[in-house]
């Protein structure tokens, strides 16, 4: 299991990662002194609000936000862009289809699906939409509707979110998890025995904050793996990530009311424009929701007197890219003012993203891979970084078609063992502990 490290290969890494640097931080006075590019999109909302997440629900409007863009950078990934930005790895994934997720081409404009329909529900307390994977937090504002809104992570096809009315129970900070039998019986067939119980820390899947609904067994929590918000990834609960779960926390008393919902065809109209906004459905669900969204339409047709474009309605259904599309509106310059986006300006530091530290001599380190091609290894180095709790990794270059995926530094081998055993578990990988060089 344990191998050692060539000296040169580490030599030769330690002095690549100084060229790098050096390259980065000359890039990076070179980004302080650029001038801010100007947009010729209205600067309403701003990058502030945008990034916020809060808007105002105007009354008789079910459309709130706005698409917005931005620029990728080399290194970037769409999981660290969507957390940035309070959005989901399936609505990033689905508004810009054929992107990388792990390693995007840079220099890429990438939309921000910041635009959302609001469900068929009553706007009061919390709504969560399964099939658009979005929480909705309604709240008065003096005479004014304002709504929070974050993305959730939602459970398996095999243990699903139920659906109904329900209310908060209770809340509780830096929560025990108290694993289900059911979960525990999970992880002994791949080998991974879990305790009874896993307290507050980096290894509790609950995150730091949980809010318990009265449906009994399910909650909405933090998590310690925010690259799966928006995925069925969860066994039941609603997973939000850890900024997010923080503020719904504070902001939502006990006994507020919850309602569950799975809408994947959503329609709504703001300023004499109707929109429609299609995700892709749950499984079963499809055709009984799109039954339900042709219904609503026909009754606008007979309402309004006009008739509407059912083969754009249709393509847009079929394309499922989670973002309102105008399909209706009373005015040319209202089409084409539904139509407009937001230049948003990449952030220097993208929230949450994680960060690899730098090669140590006395550290150990994981092989976790040899992959053939470059992006191959970038993008299995992106993944295992995305672990939670994370894992960090990066690439090291052999030779023109071999590259070293290596996991580290670790300060003992207990843990470099422990970094084996859960890349074995999550990623399927065999990975080699790698004594420190100076053992050698």
């Not at 054929?98 to 939309?111: A, L, R």
């Not at 422990?418 to 050698?440: C, F, M, Q």
């Amino acid at each position: 299991m344990h191998r050692i490290l060539d000296p040169p290969i580490i030599e030769k890494a330690l002095r690549l990662l100084f060229l790098c640097a050096l390259v980065l931080f000359l890039n990076g006075c070179v980004a302080m002194q650029r001038a801010p590019e100007q947009s010729l999109l209205p600067p309403v909302p701003t990058q502030k609000e945008i990034e916020r997440n809060v808007f105002p629900v105007a009354g008789g409007d079910d459309v709130i936000g706005t698409l917005a863009v931005v620029r990728l950078e080399k290194g970037d990934t769409l999981p660290d862009i969507a957390r940035h930005f309070s959005l989901g790895i399936n609505a990033i994934s689905a508004a810009n289809p054929g992107v990388d997720v792990w390693v995007p081409e840079p220099g890429k404009e990438v939309i921000l699906p910041l635009s959302f329909i609001l469900p068929d529900a009553p706007r009061k307390g919390i709504v969560i939409n399964l099939a658009t994977m979005r929480l909705f937090r309604f709240k008065e504002d003096g005479k004014a509707q304002v709504v929070s809104t974050y993305p959730v992570g939602v459970g398996t096809a095999e243990r699903p979110t139920p659906t109904g009315k329900m209310r908060i129970e209770r809340k509780t900070a830096l929560p025990t998890w108290h694993v289900p039998a059911s979960i525990a019986e999970d992880h002994r067939k791949k080998g991974d025995l879990l305790p009874a119980k896993v307290p507050p820390g980096p290894e509790n899947p609950l995150g730091e904050r949980a809010l318990y609904l009265s449906k009994a067994g399910y909650l909405i929590h933090g998590t310690n793996k925010p690259a799966s918000i928006g995925l069925k990834a969860t066994n039941g609960c609603l997973r939000l990530y850890p900024e997010n779960v923080t503020t719904l926390y504070e902001e939502t008393p006990v006994n507020t009311p919850v309602l569950i919902v799975n809408q994947p065809y959503l329609v709504g109209q703001r300023d004499g424009v109707l929109y429609l906004e299609a995700h892709a459905p749950l499984e079963s669900s499809g055709a009984l929701e799109l039954e339900k969204v042709t219904a609503r339409l026909r009754k606008w047709e007979k309402r309004y007197g006009r008739s509407l474009d059912w083969e754009k309605i249709r393509k847009v259904q079929t394309e499922a890219r989670g973002v309102p599309v105008p399909i209706l509106a009373f005015g040319q310059d209202k089409a084409k003012d539904s139509l407009k986006t937001v230049n948003v300006e990449r952030p220097l530091q993208m929230f949450g993203a994680p960060e690899v530290p730098e090669l140590k001599r006395d550290a150990w380190y994981v092989l976790a891979a040899n992959v053939g091609g470059e992006i191959e290894a970038r993008r299995l180095a992106a993944i295992i970084n995305h672990q939670g709790p994370p894992i960090p990794a990066r690439v090291l270059p052999q030779s023109s078609n071999s590259y070293h995926v290596i996991a580290g530094p670790f300060d003992n081998a207990g843990l470099a063992k422990e970094a084996v055993r859960r890349l074995k578990l999550d990623l399927e990988l065999d990975g080699i502990v790698i004594d420190p060089v100076k053992k050698i």
